[in-house]
Nanobody
Framework: QVQLVESGGGLVQAGGSLRLSCASA????????WSWYRQAPGKERQFVAN????????YCAEAVKGRFTITADKPGNTVYLQMDSLTHEETAIYYC??????????????WGQGTQVTVSS
């Protein structure tokens, strides 16, 4: 069973920065398709950013463009999310997601347990 582990969350003041990372606990997962999501208290989980490692293509939600950067190591073992100029409203649990090919045309999705990011106002 593949388990993704996020790290780097914590408490930061508004305007500050944090860098999140995510990888499989046993370093066995390599993915071309990584994403970050977040879920604030009482709200639905929302997309934050995505990266296609092989193509080097990234996509970020409008709300974080210019402030967040998603990167990954070339083998696709670890993904990072650099978050700058954080606001109080971005307090949430941040989750990473990896998608890998399955049998045939199937795709397998893995989620991490989440890391808490708290931005004090």
């Amino acid at each position: 069973q593949v388990q993704l582990v996020e790290s780097g969350g914590g408490l930061v003041q508004a305007g500050g920065s944090l860098r999140l990372s995510c990888a499989s606990a046993t370093c066995t997962l390599s993915s071309d398709d990584w994403s970050w999501y977040r879920q604030a208290p009482g709200k639905e989980r929302q997309f934050v950013a995505n990266i296609s490692v092989r193509e080097g293509r990234t996509y970020c939600a409008e709300a974080v463009k210019g402030r967040f950067t998603i990167t990954a190591d070339k083998p696709g073992n670890t993904v990072y999310l650099q978050m700058d100029s954080l606001t109080h409203e971005e307090t949430a649990i941040y989750y990473c997601r990896a998608i890998v090919p399955g049998k045939g045309w199937n795709r397998i999705t893995y989620w991490g347990q989440g890391t808490q990011v708290t931005v004090s106002s």
